[in-house]
């Protein structure tokens, strides 16, 4: 057989906002990978992996951890608690998965996320939704060049003269200790990686967006969620990124605040978030459906540059009569068919549809591409055509297993 030659990286990123799959699409290239390296956020991120029988919700550690003889890196570009950190580390633990230096590395460049960081999130996230972890302020100290980074934190001497909060100092210093042995150069470690043709996975947290720059400000992340991120939050050049493999669910959904063009609200959308499990995996909290935007989509495409995409949850929409797209939105008597972030804009425009047929066949148990039902192979076709890209992954289920590859040559 003819060797195939794929790409031997991938940026893996969200195309909306959060929650697509990410972790489970991560999980299953994993196999085929050699390192998993997370670029952005903290522990807003809560990345689901279900798999060897069991269910595995991811804040911090990369999704690569399922598997053995993988590097799982937490990169510059994150923002971490060390006390979450330590309770994921000992969960995967009790979950029989081992995490130690030989598989788990953290950028001594990531910055620290203090108590008063998560204090102040809960006072003034409100506003905008936030999961409460911290993650703005923290963001914030390292943009005003005042944060603690984790080199600095595992530094006994330098730690005590830094940490000003005296009642927490005995409890993180315990935690510094116990993560001493983690830290390291991830710049170093990745590059010289790339260099031997190690075959990695850049794993993003967030979605497009929730990106600090180009999503839905300010209802948005404080960090870089598009594939720009994988720079600047891992510390390689951006022709080190081979593909962008964009993920995104067969509609769209959305926690916290701000504007949602094609929310559905009413027994359409009940039925939706119901059959979708569409509860959030860090905080618990109602993520809001819509019916998929090809406007997002197209956006998606353009500011990451994606190749192909994974699309998850197809099997949610068994026995709906009609699916919608949206195609464009009306805004003010005339029709725009390009995404904005501009607020003013964005928060008047109206969904623009077009109607395709259901289908009422269980998709869960299908293993290819072919076997899908017409009317969901149509659905997967239109959105191809929208967004000019094709579809390499499906997903019909969140189990390893329900996964179709419908284009091998776009992955590792
Ligand atoms: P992430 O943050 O992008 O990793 O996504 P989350 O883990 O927060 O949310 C995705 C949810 O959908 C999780 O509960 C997954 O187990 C689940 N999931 C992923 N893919 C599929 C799929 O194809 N079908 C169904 N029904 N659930 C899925
Ligand atoms: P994953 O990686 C979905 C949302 C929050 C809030 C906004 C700002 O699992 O896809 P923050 O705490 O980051 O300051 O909150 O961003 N948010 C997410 N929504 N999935 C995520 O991560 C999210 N991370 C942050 O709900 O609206
Ligand atoms: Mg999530």
């Not at 794929?6 to 799959?21: H, L, Q, Y």
């Not at 890196?73 to 995490?99: A, M, S, T, Y």
Request: proline letters at 3%; hydrophobic letters at 40%.
């Amino acid at each position: 057989m003819a060797k195939r030659f794929g790409p031997s990286n991938i940026a893996v990123i969200g195309m909306e906002w959060g929650d697509e799959g990410k972790g489970k699409i991560i999980d299953f290239l994993a196999e085929k990978a050699d390192f998993v390296a997370r670029f952005n956020g903290g522990n807003n991120a809560g990345h689901t992996i279900e798999a060897e029988g069991k269910k595995i919700v991811l804040h911090l550690v990369p999704s690569g951890v399922m598997h053995k003889n993988k590097l799982n890196v937490v990169g510059n570009g994150l923002v971490v608690d060390p006390k979450v950190l330590l309770q994921e580390i000992g969960f995967l633990e009790k979950n029989g998965k081992k995490v130690s230096p030989d598989n788990l590395v953290i950028s001594e460049n990531a910055h620290v996320i203090l108590p008063r960081h998560i204090e102040e999130d809960k006072k003034i996230g409100g506003k905008i939704g936030t999961t409460a972890r911290g993650i703005g302020p923290a963001y914030t100290d390292k943009a005003a060049r005042i944060g603690l980074k984790f080199y600095e934190f595992v530094d006994d001497a330098v730690f005590k003269k830094r940490f000003g909060e005296e009642e927490f100092y005995q409890e993180y210093k315990g935690y510094a200790s116990a993560l001493r042995d983690y830290v390291g150069d991830t710049t170093l470690v990745i590059n010289k990686a790339l260099d031997n043709n190690k075959k990695m996975l850049f794993e993003g947290a967030q979605g497009t967006l929730l990106d600090i720059d180009h999503g839905t400000y300010p209802f948005v992340t404080s960090s870089s969620a598009i594939a720009g991120g994988v720079c600047t939050g891992l510390g390689i050049s951006p022709k080190k990124v081979h593909s962008v493999l964009g993920v995104c669910k067969a509609y769209n959904t959305r926690v916290g605040l701000g504007p949602f063009p094609t929310e559905i609200t009413g027994a359409i959308g009940e039925k939706i978030q119901k059959t979708g499990k569409e509860f959030g995996a860090t905080t618990g909290r109602e993520r809001r459906v819509g019916w998929f935007d090809a406007l997002i989509g197209k956006y998606a495409v353009m500011v990451n540059g994606i190749d192909s995409i994974a699309l998850t949850k197809l099997d949610v929409f068994t026995a709906l009569n009609k699916l919608k797209i949206c195609v464009a939105y009306r805004h003010k008597g005339g029709i725009i068919s390009d995404f904005t972030t501009n607020m003013k804009i964005l928060q008047n425009c109206q969904p623009v549809y077009e109607e395709l047929d259901g289908w009422w066949d269980d998709l869960t148990k299908i293993k290819s591409y072919d076997k899908l039902p017409n009317n969901a192979k149509k659905y997967l076709r239109r959105i191809e055509e929208l967004l000019k890209v094709p579809i390499s992954i499906v997903s019909v289920g969140p189990k390893r297993e329900q996964t179709i590859v419908a284009r091998s040559e776009f992955l590792i």
